[in-house]
């Protein structure tokens, strides 16, 4: 099977949002129909764009850096060089990988929120191969 690092790279939009938590509830922080694309070239930088659509809250979330692919584990490693949340900056982020034929399912370790473990699922759609 080929890896993880060789199945990656390319052009992703994205197709939804979605966090649960351990009691059960689901919410989707960016609506229902966010906007985003996430870019991972051969030689490890990415750079990934979100905001919501249709939300009072236009926040957008944006950050670019360099990544590295743990096969063993399914996880990407994301390294931000510049964000609009500047405590990203210097910190990793982890996001466990599923690639199921066109879809990138990438899923964040758990985490509290509300008093509640929960995880977020974001699931994208490949548009690109690199090039």
């Known amino acids: 099977m080929t890896s993880l690092q060789d199945r990656l ?6 197709v939804s949002l979605v966090t649960t938590t351990t009691a059960g509830e689901v919410s989707r922080p960016m609506g ?3 906007a985003g694309m996430f870019v991972f070239d051969r030689d490890g930088n990415y750079s990934v764009q979100l905001t919501p659509t ?5 926040s957008y979330t ?15 490693i994301l390294t931000p060089e510049a964000a609009t949340d500047p405590k990203l900056v210097g910190t990793t982020v982890v996001r466990h990988v599923t ?3 066109d879809l990138g399912i990438f899923e ?13 699922v974001i699931t994208w759609r490949r548009v690109a191969d690199p090039t």
């Open 99 to 101: 690639l199921r034929d």
């Open 9 to 14: 790279p390319g052009t992703y939009r994205l």
């Open 54 to 58: 249709g939300l009072r809250d236009q």
């Open 32 to 34: 229902n129909d966010p």
């Open 108 to 120: 964040t370790p758990p985490f509290t929120l509300d008093g509640v473990d929960a995880t977020t």
């Open 62 to 76: 944006a950050m670019f850096g360099r990544y590295r692919v743990d096969d063993d584990a399914a996880t990407f």
